[in-house]
């Protein structure tokens, strides 16, 4: 069930009413009855897999608490297995077996292993990293197993995370499906505050700039550098605003309800270093590979040569679990090698003294600002091309060709309506950069008659320009 349709705006009244009118004890199961129907509206049989890891994680945390020294790690290894089989054949055996069909045509031999002809799984790889998240936590010690099977489902299905997040952890929401949570009309309110920003995110700026990129991304030949660079700075925000309006629709959902999901954006575009940006962007993930993948390596804690391996190799696989696709792979090469960049040049600042010079100036910080928001533009570039050549033939023209007429999409009002509302975005989010006023998360700081004149207006402008032709970009995933 898409978020930007109307049927889960049925959907969700639907279950916050029953599950304020029902006794308690019956709630958590009327949660996850809610959520098995929220999944299987996409395609009803996935439902098992889901089933399938959830039995081997529930009976692999057990046996964790349960048993010491080597057993313990065997189930760990039974469970993330299980998890990453399952990854592995729906989301990436085609694309391994495309490579060694590629592998063998080079020596002159034809691969007879055919590829599966099945659709991947919605959010796969959200839901399997949080399952495995709570073994690997039980293992550590710092998560006691849930040995009640339907509340530990639901921490697995909780609908409003379950297709893209945020990854949430078990210390953060296994606790809360125990609390006591009654009906507040504050919460209410809050939480349809964050519905609706997000919702905006989505179907005005993101459907509405998806139209531009996808026609040229589809067909990059026919395009020159203006149009290229144009459309890919419209995907930066297409994808901002359709992941980060994702997420806040998750929020204010859940907040609804009573439970509390993680920050997963904090304005990355306002970034200043590209380890910046990634403690803005995508948060559960960032710190999900942080915790483990990059720790459990060594982290920062090995020679200098091994720690720019770690950095690398968690990039490379942050890049491929976005996709089964080398132009993934790539995006995340790149960022890790900005990484290792804006390294190696913070020792030379420091040793020369210049980042004392320059940490105070304005312009500095705004031209770290530009390098960052033009090191991830052209990232963005292989993340959204549909192969790696298509990729290079779209960089190399925005770089050499500036002749071409500039592809103005559906019309020249399109266009300058999709630019106006990245400017629209800008100042709301700068506003609550700045904390001035906080128009739709912190609104105390202005009267109530202005911030409830833009609450209808962002309710106006989705009516008219809202689009919601377009499945979230993450859902893929």
């Known amino acids: 069930m898409l978020f930007n349709s109307l049927a889960y705006f049925v959907f969700l009244p639907l279950v916050v009413l029953l599950y304020f009118l029902l006794p308690e004890k019956w709630r958590n199961i009327m949660l996850l009855l809610a959520s098995c129907y929220f999944y299987m509206v996409f395609i009803p049989v996935y439902v098992l897999i889901l089933g399938f890891t959830i039995v081997i994680d529930y009976y692999a945390g057990i046996y964790l608490e349960k048993f010491e020294g080597k057993r313990r790690k065997y189930f760990l290894i039974a469970s993330i297995v299980a998890n990453v089989s399952v990854l592995a054949v729906f989301k990436y055996y085609n694309f391994l077996n495309d490579n060694l069909s590629l592998f063998l045509a080079s020596f002159g031999y034809s691969n007879s292993i055919p590829d599966l002809g099945i659709a991947l799984p ?14 690997i936590e039980v293992y550590r010690g710092n998560q006691k197993a849930e040995h009640n099977f339907w509340t530990y489902a639901l921490y ?46 989505k179907v005005v700026i993101a459907d509405r700039l998806a139209a531009y990129t ?22 930066a925000f297409q994808i901002y605003c359709d992941f980060s309006g994702y997420s806040d629709i998750a929020i204010g959902s859940a907040h609804i309800l009573g439970f509390r ?91 020369t003294g210049l980042d004392r010079r320059l940490e105070s100036s304005a312009v500095w910080k705004a031209l770290q600002n530009v390098y960052v928001f033009t090191a991830v533009l052209l990232a963005w570039v292989f993340f959204r091309a549909k192969s790696v050549d298509d990729a290079f033939l779209i960089v190399s023209r925005m770089l050499t060709d500036f002749s071409s007429p500039l592809y103005m999409g559906g019309s020249a009002f399109d266009t300058a309506t999709g630019l106006a509302l990245i400017l629209l975005l800008l100042v709301v989010q700068l506003f609550q950069y700045n904390r001035i006023a906080g128009i739709y998360f912190q609104p105390s700081g202005i009267p109530r008659l202005l911030r409830w004149t ?11 320009l809202g689009v919601s032709s377009e499945q979230f970009i993450y859902f893929q995933f």
């Open 261 to 351: 999901l993680m920050q997963n954006f904090n304005l990355p575009y306002l970034a200043r270093s590209i380890s910046d940006f990634w403690k803005r962007w995508h948060i559960s993930l960032s710190t999900w590979f942080g915790d483990y993948v990059y720790k459990p390596m060594g982290g920062n804690r090995v020679p200098g040569y091994r720690w720019a391996f770690n950095i690398l190799t968690v990039f490379l696989v942050s890049g491929l679990w976005h996709g089964a696709n080398w132009t993934y792979v790539i995006w995340g090469g790149l960022h890790g090698v900005y990484y290792l960049f804006e390294y190696a040049a913070g020792i030379i600042g420091r040793k």
């Open 122 to 135: 919605i959010g796969l790889s959200f839901h399997t990293f949080q399952a495995m998240s709570y073994t």
């Open 214 to 235: 996808n026609v040229v991304y589809g067909s990059p030949e026919q395009f020159g550098g203006m149009t290229h660079l144009l459309a890919t700075f419209f995907f």
């Open 156 to 201: 697995v299905m909780f609908f409003p995370q379950l297709v893209a997040g945020p990854i949430e952890r078990p210390q953060n929401m296994l606790h809360q499906f125990y609390q006591k949570h009654r009906f507040s009309m504050d919460r209410l309110i809050t939480g349809g505050k964050f519905i609706i920003w997000g919702l905006f995110k």
């Open 454 to 464: 833009g609450y209808a207006f962002t309710l106006i402008l989705i009516g008219m």
